[in-house]
């Protein structure tokens, strides 16, 4: 499956923003979608996992709260709605794609292209 992530931008802190997850040859709802983010300068971390009906989440403790996975496999499509956005939101954000849904925030195989969010104060 090839995932492409788009929907960044240049964000006021406390906005909020949704962020897509689009799959291409192949079909996103064969696949536990995870997003992650990689800040400048920080190691990639993960922000949040969706399994494939959608029906079981899991999100990093940064985030908890303030964002929210979800997916339309009628689209094809994982989204993550982000609220309350805070400048330590600032990193280019990515989608992922594995098979199995545990270990969670860890097996993903599959890697889209980032898409830029900066939360500027």
């Known amino acids: 499956v090839q995932l492409q992530a788009s929907g960044g931008g240049l964000m006021q802190a406390g906005d909020s923003l949704r962020l897509s997850c689009a799959a291409s040859?192949?079909?996103?709802?064969?696949?536990?979608i995870g997003w992650f983010r990689q800040a400048p300068g920080k190691e990639r971390e993960f922000v949040a996992q969706i399994n494939e009906a959608g029906s079981l989440t899991n999100y990093a403790t940064s985030v908890k709260g303030r964002f929210t996975i979800s997916r339309d496999n009628t689209e094809n499509a994982v989204y993550l709605q982000m609220n309350s956005l805070r400048s330590e939101d600032t990193a280019v954000y990515y989608c992922a794609a594995k098979r199995s849904y545990f270990p969670i925030a860890n097996g993903f195989v599959y890697w889209g292209q980032g898409t830029q969010v900066t939360v500027s104060s």
């Open positions: 040859s192949g079909t996103a709802s064969a696949y536990v």
